[in-house]
């Protein structure tokens, strides 16, 4: 007797975001199936990696981590560049960590001027990523839009509490906006209703699941992105048929498993090897899940991660 | 259908400190606005009054039989307080409740049988929350076999499913659903209740009427007996005694599978429809599902 492999029954697709403006734009969506089910439907885009650059000197970040940067951690500018021109970064997230009002509180005007020197420089899609605290934010993004009008950023992560004014300044200066919800497939559905309402195109939005690494509760996270995903291609679930962005990096590299030196515990392992293996099979899972753009940190786990997703779209 | 008010609550913010204070007459004035709102049973929480619950429970039950005699369900995890509100009914009362955890059990069972009262059985087991409708047909066997050794009638127990959340897991809102199809055949003879406002537990207040209606209805059809409720949500009421057989067959309709043409319905219909979809499963919840 023959057997029949079962199929699934799609009846929708990710919606196809563009990126960026200009030359070197990067399109992500567009899937009619499962993440790599190739043999069911088509990934029209591969998922991209984004390279993490933050804009301010990283004071805790592990030897490995710091190792392919050096030299150029103090400047955004040259950080973003080195990304670009020696590890091919196809985009640039600029983490905003100096505007933290329980950091270093650098103000929204000095903040925004760098985000503009930073995308002056560079050709890729820049994304811009705040602290997460509504009030600065706010104020640090709308006045990152304005000054970088017509840049196509894309700017997050922006929450419930403060999508209206973010949102409305990302329209008003044509940016894209990245809706950002706590690990909830039901709040992500309002957020992106809500942006709808404000008016934001569907073509400029991407979300933000919130994600976190191997042995921080990732499985919490997978679910929830594959529940969207079953939503959006099965149950035609407009509302969460859009990409959907994985800031991975930094929650691999702050814990302790990435961070501890070689010497500190070595039943781990080597520590450099330890960290980049996080960073990498936790972006690897997320992409299992359905993650159209990652943004990450260590080349070489960009390296393997680029390398999976060959192989799982080789045809 | 039996209604069960679930106003007098030591959560609420303004009965709470009434109980807590033995103040009767913010308590009998409820209780006389449920009656009035025409429900079944008033139900009594007093939450887990660990603390001079037997007191407070005696307290509360002759407070609210000075002005009614309308049956009571005792609302406690507290057995001490249970057995001292059970001295005191006049009617027969509900136990609410007895679940499968050990002490519960062991605590609750002797209470129903030694006051002939009738128990609210929850589904809830020695490990938490079944997880779909399965676990739920075991646990229910099980209380049921539970009790009839006890010496309680099969009749005498109302099984609790336990509503949960929409905003939190759909496929438990599917799973109450799923056995309350499946609880004739399990547990012949045995009544059934459900925290329906739970259902709505975590979604706009304003908004919190709709789900808890729709989702009776959803229950409804495959026979719950009883369920407590905001006493004063009218249409609800209307529909418990049958008084919306239209929305109810439309809501039907929606479970059956069935395509439904929003444009073609009225504003109140459509609105039946949607939250139907939410509450099946066939369309993902958010806060704005009635306006999408």
Known sequence: MPVEIPKIAYSGKVKEVTLGKGGKTVTVGGETSYPFYLFEGAMTNKPKIAMEVWDCPPEDWAAAALEPFAGVTGDPVAWAKKCINDYGAEMIALELISTDPNGLNRPAAEAAAVVKKVSDAIDVPLIVWGTANHEKDTEVLRLVAELCQDKRLILGPVEEGDHKRIGAASLAYHHTVIASTPIDINLAKQLNILLGNLGVPDDLLVMDPTVSGIGYGIEYCYSVMERMRMAGLTQQDEKLQFPIICNISKETWKTKEAKSPTGEVPELGEARKRGILLEAMSSVALLMAGADVLIMRHPEAIKLVREMIADLTAS | ?292
């Not at chain 2, 002797?110 to 997880?131: F, V």
């Not at chain 2, 066997?141 to 009839?148: M, S």
């Not at chain 2, 006890?150 to 056995?179: H, L, R, Y």
């Open chain 2, 1 to 292: 259908m039996i209604l069960i008010g679930e106003s007098i609550n030591i959560m609420s913010k303004t009965l709470g400190p009434a109980l807590r204070e033995r103040n009767p007459k913010p308590i009998q004035e409820m209780a006389l606005a449920e009656v009035k709102a025409g429900v079944d049973y008033l139900d009594l929480n007093i939450g887990p009054a660990r603390r001079a619950g037997d007191e407070l429970m005696k307290w509360v039950v002759e407070t609210v039989q000075a002005v009614t005699d309308m049956p009571l369900s005792l609302d406690t995890t507290n057995p001490v307080a249970m057995e001292a509100g059970l001295k005191v009914c006049k009617s027969r009362a509900l136990i609410n409740s007895v679940s499968l955890q050990p002490d519960r059990l062991q605590a609750g069972l002797p209470l129903a049988k030694n006051y002939n009262a009738d128990m609210i059985g929850l589904l809830w087991g020695a490990e938490g929350m079944p997880r779909d409708a399965n676990e739920r047909c075991m646990l229910a066997v099980e209380l049921v076999y539970q009790a009839n050794d006890m010496g309680i009638p099969t009749e005498n127990i109302w099984i609790d499913p336990i509503a949960s959340p929409i905003s939190v897991e759909i496929n438990q809102v599917k799973s109450c659903v799923e056995f309350m199809s499946m609880l004739a055949e399990v547990a012949p003879g045995c009544k059934s209740t459900v925290g329906l406002s739970n259902i709505s537990n975590g979604t706009p207040t304003h908004l919190r009427p709709y789900l808890n209606r729709t989702y009776l209805i959803m229950l409804m059809r495959y026979g719950l007996h009883s369920a407590i409720v905001d006493a004063f949500d009218a249409e609800l009421n209307a529909i418990a005694r049958g008084k919306m057989p239209e929305v109810v067959k439309l809501v039907h309709r929606v479970m059956d599978g069935e395509q439904i043409d929003i444009k073609s319905l009225s504003k109140k219909e459509a609105e039946y429809v949607k939250t139907a979809r939410v509450l099946t499963g066939e369309t993902l919840y958010s806060h704005s599902w009635l306006e999408i």
